[in-house]
């Protein structure tokens, strides 16, 4: 077995300190495909990041890639102006037939620029400009992006202190539980609306996740969110749902918000859109608040071609019809299962488990000791084990519809293909691959394949005849301890392995 450390120096040379998931994952990666990534020394990586949640449908889906070859092929445009093309008007025709038609949303469409912080800077400013007010009402533990009006809404302390300037109008209210439920819903909120004398200027609007990713897995309860919504409607205030981590699918309906019932007035979305991992973000809003005036809002990057051509791939393949929620939300059940297996064996340091579809995290009760853990897993990560720490308390949604693109059967536990190594859940792909339980196999054009997954439903499930019977008798068990919350996901693998490092549970392959 040969291990040769991989070639970093322009990266620890040139550019930037501020890099950052990189640092987790330290090789140099070439290629990927469905759910494994490849360096450039040959090393196969199961991959459960799925891109901070942009490649809900495996890396290289072989359904998208044909659609954007087909039409790089053919000279479509490429570049970004917003001009219009034959692919944005796809796109724009995939999404009302597939997406906005069939809820009854009669949302308009714009194209906020490539990231999610853009589509949430345009939702605040149409807001502000729609009510002529600035204030926005967020809430604690939210993260809404990294410029300066996504981050005045954010709650993170770190991330907040890079602006290095004040951040203004934006006021923080309790999440769903964020008191424990001591306190009535709404009622701090209520009365400072309510008291000219609370200092808090009316809002415009409010922003909220459904399920805060970034801030742990807190999940907004349907009845929290229709209380909101009530809320924003009575107080003359814009409803805005940041859909960039939690649409697309990832708790089982398209938009997040679906389940509670409630139509926002602005909806973000980012991150899955494309398909495909390329750069798209949409802020959709109900056609009276379209009081743009034409450029108001624009840039060089407002149309990126490509990211539709793959975005209407998407939506015409997996959501034309409702098996794609459906087959979340039976993976999302299964996960559960898996992890309340897993709390009910760990009462002691184990509070709770939360989550939604794709999306869970356990919280334990010792902080230091999921550090600890996250800690063990970044120095796992030049094992092979990529993601580890950076995002315990977040799993992507997705996955069967790969199945579908492949025309694979059901999804099936099975062995971790050997030599591969693990890039970690923790993560939003986590739980999410880990719900798929597909079949890992042998790496080919097929579906994002998650090991995780197989390795909880196992566990769940009783021993099987030539499996270990549990993890004490051979079975590697890996868990990973979100770095700030305490939160972790995790997977198991089997032994039997080549090449696996004592202690480490990971594998490297021989070459
Ligand atoms: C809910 C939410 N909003 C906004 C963003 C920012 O998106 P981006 O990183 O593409 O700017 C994120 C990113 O994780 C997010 O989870």
Redesign the pocket.
């Known amino acids: 077995m040969t291990i040769t450390p991989p070639d970093l120096s322009v990266f620890e040379t040139l550019e930037s300190e501020v890099r950052s998931y990189c640092r987790s994952w330290p090789t140099v990666f070439h290629r990927a495909q469905g759910s494994h990534m490849y360096d450039e020394d040959g090393h196969t990586y199961l991959d459960f990041f799925a891109g901070?949640?942009s490649l809900n449908y495996g890396h290289n889906n072989p359904v998208l890639k044909r659609a954007l070859i087909d039409y790089i092929e053919r000279d479509g445009v490429t570049h970004g102006l917003d001009m219009s093309t034959t692919a944005k008007r796809a796109f724009l025709e995939s999404l009302q037939r597939t997406i906005l038609r069939p809820r009854d949303l009669p949302y308009k469409v714009m194209f906020p620029g490539p990231?999610?912080?853009n589509a949430?800077e345009s939702a605040l400013k149409l807001a502000r400009k729609v009510k002529g007010r600035e204030s926005i009402v967020s809430f604690t533990n939210a993260?809404?992006?990294?410029s300066l009006g996504?981050l005045a809404v954010t709650g993170n302390a770190f991330k907040r202190a890079g602006a290095g300037i004040p951040l203004v109008h934006g006021t923080p209210m309790p999440f769903d539980n964020y008191l424990d439920g001591r306190v009535p819903d709404f009622l701090w909120f209520e009365r400072l609306l309510e008291d000219q004398g609370s200092g808090l200027n009316q809002p415009a609007a409010v922003i909220v996740?459904t399920v805060q990713?970034?801030g742990g897995i807190n999940v907004a309860r349907a009845q929290w969110l229709r209380e909101l919504a009530d809320l924003c409607k009575r107080r003359d205030t814009l409803l805005i749902v940041?859909d960039?981590?939690m649409g697309c699918g990832r708790t089982g309906a398209f938009f997040s918000f679906e389940e509670a019932g409630i139509v926002p007035d602005i909806v973000?979305i980012?991150?899955s859109i494309s398909g495909y991992g390329l750069p798209m973000?949409l802020t959709l809003f109900k056609p009276e608040l379209d009081v743009w005036e034409p450029g108001e809002h624009n840039g060089t990057f407002r149309g990126n071609n490509p990211a539709f051509v793959t975005a209407a791939a998407t939506l015409d393949t997996y959501w034309a019809d409702g098996q794609m929620e459906k087959q979340t939300l039976a993976r999302g059940e299964q996960v559960e299962e898996a992890l309340r297996a897993i709390c009910d064996e760990h009462r002691r340091s184990i509070v709770s488990v939360r989550g939604r579809g794709l999306v869970w995290g356990i919280k334990f009760a010792d902080k230091e000791r999921a550090t600890k853990v996250c800690v063990r897993l970044r120095a796992g990560a030049d094992r092979g084990d990529l993601g580890a720490a950076e995002r315990g308390r977040q799993a992507a949604a997705g996955a069967d519809h790969l199945d579908r693109a492949t025309g694979r059967g059901p999804a099936r536990p099975g062995p971790r293909h050997p030599g591969d190594r693990l890039i970690h859940p923790t993560g939003r792909a986590a739980t999410a691959v880990a719900a798929r339980g597909v079949e890992p196999g042998p790496v080919t054009d097929g579906p994002a394949v998650g090991h995780g997954a197989a390795c909880l439903r196992r566990r769940a499930a009783p021993p099987r005849a030539g499996t270990p019977p549990s993890p004490s008798r051979g079975c590697s068990a890996r868990r990973s301890w979100c770095r700030t919350a305490g939160w972790w996901t995790a997977s198991r693998w089997w032994p039997g392995e080549r090449g696996r490092r004592r202690g480490t549970g990971c594998t490297r392959r021989s070459r």
């Not at 993260?143 to 990294?146: E, L, R, S, V």
């Open positions: 901070a949640g990231t999610g912080t949430v993260f809404h992006g990294m996504s996740e990713g970034e940041d960039i981590q973000t980012s991150k973000a």
